[in-house]
C-alpha cells in the first residue's frame, strides 16, 4: 500500500505533479481517506500495476520519460512479465494435481 503521492510517484518512477495529473485526466487508480479533492490518498501497488498494464506510461508520454525512469518502467514491466508467467505455470500445476 503506498500512503502518499510521494510513495504513488516513486513507485511509477514519476514526479507527484504528474501522478496527480494521471489521477486527473487518465484515471489513475488512487483513493482518497475523504471523499474530496484535496485530501489524503493511498493506492494500493496491485491496481497500479493493473492500470500500468492498460495504459502503459510510454503511450501516455512516451517523449518525456527520463532514462532513469525508462530504465525504472522496463524493470517493473520485466518484473510484471514474470510474475504473470510464473503464477501461469503454477496454475498449471494445480490444475494438473
Known sequence: M???WKEI???MGRGVRTVQRYE???QLP????RDKA???VLALAKELDDWLRLKPLHS???STIDPRSRHLLEEHKKTISTLESSLL?????????
Open 9 to 11: 510517484a516513486g513507485y
Open 89 to 97: 505455470a503454477m496454475n498449471e500445476r494445480l490444475a494438473e494435481g
Open 24 to 26: 486527473r485526466e487518465y
Open 38 to 40: 484535496h485530501t489524503s
Open 60 to 62: 501516455l508520454e512516451s
Open 30 to 33: 488512487v483513493r482518497r481517506v
Open 2 to 4: 503506498l500512503n502518499s
